[in-house]
């Protein structure tokens, strides 16, 4: 018996969709049979409510933790916060310290705000750029949350996110306030976003997009960007919820040397805990004294010491390029079991966090399989890999070995014609087709 999936048949009951994150559902992974629900975390190690343990080579918490589960130098730093109360009528000198951090790695910036969530971050980047350009509308490229603003482009047109997101997604609850204004261009294609430009009275002030995604830029595409920007009195807004402070410390604009107005930083920053950061030109950023941005919970200390010894562990240990040699070995493995195997794949991704795609038209359902088989050999194991600290290269091979031994099963299903799935196929993902 699965007890995590009879927990989340419970759950669904009293919690629309099971819970609070798409990425999160089991149907992302392996409808019915996934394990839902975790026991405990601990490096890269996952316990399940049957006490079953794998190795998670599905995404770290959603690519959050860089350091691996449960880091015991976070622990120990937020124990000692705990104990000095984690909320108080005052402020946390820990907020200090870390802005003073983060601006000291971009030195472009001149001021940080911080909140809890992406999202969260995405739409306070959103109202201080348009409180400082006074500009209605806005060009972007990828996924940045699912607030209003954001969705509200499949209003003026029902397809307008389906080659950033999910296709057809719908806009029932979404205000109609922002409808015409949020216009998505591509990214590698800088004519979709010169386009957006040359319609009169575009009124676009802010342009928002990942550094990178799936593929590096080509032809200086973030350079002829922020030269567009400048060109037309718009803000250029980096966001590195995901790619921040993994493939590089700091963000991938810096490597790419490429600076925006402002940045976004989630997920990684704190290692899963709840901690986003939003840095800008001075400027810029005290526009957000004339405007309300205010939160309780953003005064929250935890996340704030999270976020420090997260930043102080990278940068010492420099695990960005340790997790980077990880994920070029997990890429270089794909592709020798694909070939030994004779099976069609396609790779992606930075290479902290691989991506593999098998190359036929039923990709999804041979997905499914290999999750459905990897969770046999003891392991979370899905399209994505998120690359840590507490990965090893014995981990690594553990799992190209048995990767290896299920690809052997794909090339015979693959022959057979059949797939022999235990449930359904996995629903399709966000497709953030930023590259
Ligand atoms: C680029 C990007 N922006 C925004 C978000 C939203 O962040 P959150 O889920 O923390 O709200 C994500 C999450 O995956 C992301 O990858």
């Not at 000291?104 to 109202?127: D, L, N, P, Q, T």
């Amino acid at each position: 018996m699965n007890k995590g999936q009879k927990l989340l048949k419970k759950a669904k009951k009293i919690i629309p969709g099971g819970n609070q994150l798409l990425s999160k559902r089991s149907e992302m992974f392996l409808p019915d049979y996934w394990p839902a629900y975790y026991k405990k975390a601990k490096g890269c190690k996952v316990w399940d409510l049957n006490n079953k343990v794998y190795y998670d080579f599905a995404g770290m918490g959603v690519t959050a933790c860089v350091l691996g589960y449960s880091d015991d130098d976070i622990n120990k730093a937020l124990i000692q916060g705990l104990k000095s109360g984690s909320m108080c009528t005052l402020n946390a000198t820990e907020e200090v310290d870390l802005a003073k951090e983060l601006l000291s790695i971009h030195k472009w910036s001149g001021m940080a705000k911080f909140c809890k969530s992406g999202g969260e971050a995405c739409m306070v980047a959103i109202r201080i750029a348009r409180a400082f350009t006074n500009k209605n509308s806005i060009a972007f490229c990828g996924y940045h949350g699912w607030h209003d603003w954001y969705l509200a482009t499949n209003m003026s047109n029902s397809k307008n996110l389906d080659k950033q997101l999910l296709p057809g997604l719908k806009t029932k609850g979404v205000s109609n306030s922002f409808k015409n204004s949020i216009k998505p261009f591509f990214y590698n294609d800088i004519n979709s976003l010169k386009k957006l430009f040359r319609k009169k009275n575009n009124n676009i002030g802010i342009i928002i997009m990942e550094p990178m995604r799936g593929v590096k830029p080509s032809n200086n595409f973030l350079k002829q960007v922020q030269s567009i920007a400048k060109k037309n009195n718009a803000l250029l807004i980096f966001d590195e919820i995901t790619s921040g402070f993994k493939d590089n410390y700091g963000g991938l604009h810096l490597k790419f040397k490429v600076n925006p107005d402002l940045a976004i930083f989630g997920k990684s920053i704190g290692n899963g805990y709840p901690i986003s950061a939003i840095i800008g030109r001075k400027e810029i950023m005290q526009v957000a004294q004339e405007t309300f941005i205010s939160s309780t919970m953003w005064t929250d200390r935890l996340g704030f010491i999270a976020a420090k010894t997260t930043l102080k562990k990278l940068k010492q240990l420099q695990i960005n390029k340790k997790i980077s040699i990880y994920g070029k070995i997990i890429k270089k493995g794909w592709r020798e079991i694909a070939k030994k195997n004779d099976i069609k794949i396609g790779i992606s991704g930075q290479d902290c966090i691989p991506v593999l795609r098998f190359d036929y038209p039923n990709n999804m359902e041979i997905l499914t399989y290999f999750t459905q088989e990897m969770l046999k050999k003891g392991f979370l194991a899905g399209s994505q890999v998120t690359t840590n600290y507490a990965y090893n290269h014995k981990i690594i091979k553990k799992y190209l070995k048995s990767a290896d031994i299920v690809f052997k099963k794909i090339r015979t299903c693959l022959e057979v014609g059949k797939f022999p799935l235990k449930g359904k196929i996995k629903h399709s993902t966000f497709r953030r087709l930023t590259g």
